[in-house]
Nanobody, 114 residues
Framework: QGQLVESGGGLVQAGGSLRLSCKAS????????MGWYRQAPGKQRELVAT???????NYADSMKGRVTISNNNADNMVVLHMNNLKPEDTAVYYC????????WGRGTQVTVSS
């Protein structure tokens, strides 16, 4: 059975940086798109960034200039570099993968202290 394995969340001070990684394992397909969403308490899940197999990226307006998404030249993997983090970036960050079906990781907590 496939799963999306996330790593890299944690506690960081405002202005700091974090790197989130997600590796898909156990799937028989290569995903057309992978990325990250986040959900803060009391809020809906929202886009952070996505990356297609062709290399196209999409970033949330609130994150542009502060995040970079890549695949580290590996299939079925996505890495999110986040810089200049703000307290409002505090949320659970979920890895996302889609071919014809959408898959979600379990989530990793990111907490940014002021």
């Amino acid at each position: 059975q496939g799963q999306l394995v996330e790593s890299g969340g944690g506690l960081v001070q405002a202005g700091g940086s974090l790197r989130l990684s997600c590796k898909a394992s156990g799937y028989s397909t290569s995903f057309n798109i992978m990325g990250w969403y986040r959900q803060a308490p009391g809020k809906q899940r929202e886009l952070v960034a996505t990356l297609t197999r062709g290399g196209s990226t999409n970033y949330a307006d609130s994150m542009k200039g502060r995040v970079t998404i890549s695949n580290n030249n590996a299939d079925n993997m996505v890495v999110l570099h986040m810089n200049n983090l703000k307290p409002e970036d505090t949320a659970v960050y979920y890895c996302y993968a889609n071919s014809f079906i959408t898959y979600w990781g379990r989530g990793t907590q990111v907490t940014v202290s002021s």
